[in-house]
């Protein structure tokens, strides 16, 4: 895929996203295997989707390629709001899209208000108020 980078698995750590199942996540622990009489150090990743919050769990040999995702973190304008999603304006190319409100933030995002979100794969999550 031409918006993900790739990367060794064993030179992950916790905080390091990782694409799975065609499903951006953020590393939550690794385990490292030592090297068998016959074989290369095994990883056991853990990690937890950016976007919905599911738990992956994946062994591979230390040396195999994974995707990293390239989050682009942007800046909106929230139009208008509906339950919980808000409508929003990016600041960049004007494009308008919406976007779901997260509980941390219900009761805070307003109209007019400034707001940070990333693009990660297909999926735009808001991140920040400004």
């Avoid at 195999?64 to 509906?82: F, G, H």
Wanted: aromatic share 4%.
């Amino acid at each position: 895929m031409d918006e993900n980078k790739l990367t060794t698995i064993g030179s992950l750590r916790p905080g390091n996203y990782i694409v799975i199942d065609d499903i951006a996540c953020t590393v939550k622990s690794i385990d490292v295997s030592k090297t068998g009489k016959h074989g290369s150090a095994k990883c056991r990743l853990e990690a937890v989707g950016i976007v919905r919050g599911e738990k992956k769990i994946i062994v591979k040999p230390a040396h195999d390629n994974v995707e990293v995702p390239i989050i682009e973190k942007r800046t909106a304008q929230i139009l208008s709001i509906s339950g919980d999603t808000a409508n929003a304006m990016d600041n960049e190319n004007y494009e308008t899209f919406d976007l779901k409100i997260p509980e941390e933030f219900k009761g805070n995002v307003s109209e007019g208000r400034q707001v940070v979100y990333w693009v990660v794969l297909k999926d735009k999550i808001m991140k920040q108020l400004k």
